[in-house]
């Protein structure tokens, strides 16, 4: 009797140990899926569908509790394909899409090269670069040769290149003083001159015709000249490198790199407040520039202040000579919204004076209008001369059918019809 109990207390036990294991596995398939999806992929590459056998072969290589008895087939014919697949991605120049089917058939130094035909076709790319890197650092760990070993069986043996990390760690350093170097060529001082001269030439009174077709000209010119936006050119290549250096891993290369591309913030904030703050809008541009730097909170929100109140004062200075427009964009640089409003109300009455003469002749001919319909005797008149006018266009329009008419049978006459 109690080697029964003790035979049921063991089979209790063990029962339930299995239940723990079985309920603590994390498993993606199971036996029965795996061998499903193995069964579909041979039948999708008898049929000549490759691509679907091939992705079915990836997935019947799933993690499952108990041993996955196609892993290994599945990988040897995943290597087969994805070489297969991946080659004619790649002869196409379709190099991300080379890369994954290599990475998901084992073929990893196949993946490899496309990942650096990739890279090499965008250099100015700092996310693909990072991925690259990882990817590389990755193939050195222990822990890639273990988790990948049935796939790298059945491909074959694979050696990580050094030398391909470190080509790609040189990435930053090119790529930021390519996008600084880029940027130096965008940016020009003819470019700003000609941008404020734009800017200058807008007339406060919309009654000077002359003016404003001067202006829209000249506007005209500009975009002919120039038909880019050199200023967002000029920024997305000075956020490429800052972008750059946010990408490194090296403390001391991502201080030098941000320092680079600091300067040339500053650089074009001093050319823009200095040069050529004649145009409200470059002094917006200027702040642009330092809210995408990395400078500390407090410089950068001093620097930005900075040029608002240089705005400010501009703003009274074109206020002064009743540059009112003018005015009022540069007090919307500044932050200070009742100034520019006042500027525009006082550019709107500056303009109804001006035009205060034509609304008095426009009156006066209306009055005149009124006091004409109002009389019979005009009013009776005027439909006279209006009958009158009328029956003489009527006669002038028979006169020349008549003609018309005359030169047709002439015509006729000569041609015999």
């Given at each position: 009797?109690?080697?029964?109990?003790?035979?049921?207390?063991?089979?209790?036990?063990?029962?339930?140990?299995?239940?723990?294991?079985?309920?603590?596995?994390?498993?993606?398939?199971?036996?029965?899926?795996?061998?499903?999806?193995?069964?579909?992929?041979?039948?999708?590459?008898?049929?000549?569908?490759?691509?679907?056998?091939?992705?079915?072969?990836?997935?019947?290589?799933?993690?499952?509790?108990?041993?996955?008895?196609?892993?290994v087939p599945a990988?040897?014919?995943?290597?087969?394909?994805?070489?297969?697949?991946?080659?004619?991605?790649?002869?196409?120049?379709?190099?991300?899409?080379?890369?994954?089917?290599?990475?998901?058939?084992?073929?990893?130094?196949?993946?490899?090269?496309?990942?650096?035909?990739?890279?090499?076709?965008?250099?100015?790319?700092?996310?693909?670069?990072?991925?690259?890197?990882?990817?590389?650092?990755?193939?050195?760990?222990?822990?890639?040769?273990?988790?990948?070993?049935?796939?790298?069986?059945?491909?074959?043996?694979?050696?990580?290149?050094?030398?391909?990390?470190?080509?790609?760690?040189?990435?930053?350093?090119?790529?930021?003083?390519?996008?600084?170097?880029?940027?130096?060529?965008?940016?020009?001082?003819?470019?700003?001159?000609?941008?404020?001269?734009?800017?200058?030439?807008?007339?406060?009174?919309?009654?000077?015709?002359?003016?404003?077709?001067?202006?829209?000209?000249?506007?005209q010119l500009f975009?002919?000249?120039?038909?880019?936006?050199?200023?967002?050119?000029?920024?997305?290549?000075?956020?490429?490198?800052?972008?750059?250096?946010?990408?490194?891993?090296?403390?001391?290369?991502?201080?030098?790199?941000?320092?680079?591309?600091?300067?040339?913030?500053?650089?074009?904030?001093?050319?823009?407040?200095?040069?050529?703050?004649?145009?409200?809008?470059?002094?917006?541009?200027?702040?642009?520039?330092?809210?995408?730097?990395?400078?500390?909170?407090?410089?950068?929100?001093?620097?930005?202040?900075?040029?608002?109140?240089?705005?400010?004062?501009?703003?009274?200075?074109?206020?002064?000579?009743?540059?009112?427009?003018?005015?009022?964009?540069?007090?919307?640089?500044?932050?200070?919204?009742?100034?520019?409003?006042?500027?525009?109300?006082?550019?709107?009455?500056?303009?109804?004076?001006?035009?205060?003469?034509?609304?008095?002749?426009?009156?006066?001919?209306?009055?005149?209008?009124?006091?004409?319909?109002?009389?019979?005797?005009?009013?009776?008149?005027?439909?006279?001369?209006?009958?009158?006018?009328?029956?003489s266009l009527e006669?002038?329009?028979?006169?020349?059918?008549?003609?018309?008419?005359?030169?047709?049978?002439?015509?006729?006459?000569?041609?015999?019809?």
């Amino acid at each position: 009797m109690k080697t029964m109990m003790l035979r049921a207390a063991l089979a209790c036990s063990l029962l339930a140990a299995a239940s723990s294991s079985f309920a603590d596995c994390a498993a993606d398939a199971t036996v029965a899926d795996v061998q499903r999806l193995y069964a579909a992929a041979q039948k999708f590459e008898l049929e000549g569908r490759d691509d679907r056998a091939f992705h079915a072969y990836v997935t019947a290589q799933q993690y499952t509790c108990d041993a996955n008895p196609v892993a290994v087939p599945a990988a040897q014919r995943g290597a087969v394909l994805g070489l297969a697949l991946g080659s004619e991605a790649e002869k196409n120049g379709a190099f991300d899409r080379a890369f994954a089917i290599y990475e998901e058939a084992g073929q990893y130094a196949a993946a490899d090269r496309a990942l650096m035909s990739l890279l090499r076709t965008r250099p100015d790319d700092p996310s693909l670069f990072e991925r690259a890197r990882r990817t590389l650092e990755d193939r050195s760990s222990g822990a890639f040769a273990d988790n990948n070993k049935v796939r790298m069986q059945a491909a074959g043996s694979y050696t990580p290149n050094p030398k391909l990390l470190v080509e790609v760690l040189k990435m930053p350093a090119i790529g930021i003083q390519r996008a600084l170097e880029k940027e130096s060529g965008i940016l020009n001082d003819d470019y700003l001159s000609d941008y404020v001269r734009v800017v200058q030439a807008r007339p406060d009174d919309p009654t000077d015709a002359a003016a404003v077709q001067a202006a829209a000209s000249l506007q005209q010119l500009f975009v002919q000249k120039w038909p880019g936006d050199l200023l967002k050119e000029s920024r997305a290549a000075i956020d490429l490198a800052r972008s750059w250096a946010t990408v490194v891993n090296d403390a001391a290369q991502r201080v030098k790199f941000e320092a680079q591309y600091r300067q040339r913030i500053e650089q074009r904030v001093a050319l823009l407040t200095k040069n050529f703050n004649g145009a409200p809008a470059l002094l917006e541009t200027a702040t642009d520039y330092l809210r995408s730097s990395s400078f500390e909170a407090k410089d950068r929100d001093d620097r930005i202040v900075a040029v608002r109140n240089l705005a400010a004062r501009l703003g009274d200075t074109a206020t002064a000579k009743q540059r009112f427009t003018l005015a009022a964009d540069y007090y919307e640089v500044a932050g200070q919204d009742r100034k520019a409003d006042a500027a525009r109300e006082r550019m709107q009455q500056l303009a109804m004076s001006r035009m205060q003469p034509q609304i008095q002749q426009m009156q006066q001919q209306a009055e005149q209008l009124r006091a004409a319909y109002s009389d019979p005797a005009k009013v009776q008149a005027m439909r006279e001369q209006a009958l009158a006018a009328k029956k003489s266009l009527e006669q002038q329009q028979l006169a020349a059918k008549q003609v018309t008419a005359k030169k047709t049978d002439d015509l006729s006459k000569e041609l015999g019809i």
